[in-house]
């Protein structure tokens, strides 16, 4: 019998070759942190992971509750610090399809990106090493797109709406 652990590795080196196999060279790691094997095998490879937290659902009712965001903090922190010697991570996400659209949104999406940008802080006269980004579906209606580094859409048109031009969460 062949222990879980080292089963789940296998799996993860033989989903890795398929990616690799296919010619891609990125991964987004949607909807949660990665499991560091995971990271490590990409960093082997060269393949570059966005790495998030929390996926779909957020609300803005979430963002202003005191303790669902000092636990989203936490969860920022933790994935930060458990990834920050993986060169494979480049992107960090936060609130997959959130109310980037509501201005009241906005002090939440900074907050998560001030966790990034503290724990990843840039040197003098170099890029960052960590860029700040989220998916939005609201590509004319986000209004906290100043705290992004990149600007990332999800867009699935007549998928949310008939309207096959006008994709909304």
């Known amino acids: 019998c062949t222990p879980t652990r080292a ?4 799996a993860l080196r033989s989903k890795l070759t398929l990616i690799v196999e296919a010619n891609a060279n990125y991964i987004r790691g949607a909807h949660y942190p990665q499991d560091q094997r995971f990271l490590d ?3 082997e490879k060269g393949i570059v992971v966005w790495e998030e937290t929390l996926g779909p659902g957020t609300t803005t009712s979430h963002f202003q509750d005191p303790w669902w965001m000092k636990h989203q903090l936490i969860a920022m922190h933790e994935m930060v610090t458990a990834s920050i010697n993986h060169p494979a991570v480049f992107f960090h996400a936060f609130y997959n399809e959130g109310p980037s659209n509501d201005e009241k949104a906005c002090p939440a999406y900074n907050a998560s990106a001030s966790v990034v940008r503290q724990r ?3 040197r003098a006269g170099q890029p960052p090493t960590r860029l700040v980004t989220w998916a939005d579906c609201f590509t004319d209606k986000g209004l906290c ?3 992004a580094d990149v600007l990332s859409f ?3 048109p007549a998928w949310y709406s008939s309207e096959a031009t006008d994709p909304q969460c």
């Open 7 to 10: 089963r789940r590795s296998r």
């Open 41 to 43: 095998l990409c960093d």
């Open 120 to 122: 990843t802080p840039m």
């Open 145 to 147: 797109f100043q705290h």
């Open 154 to 156: 999800n867009g699935y």
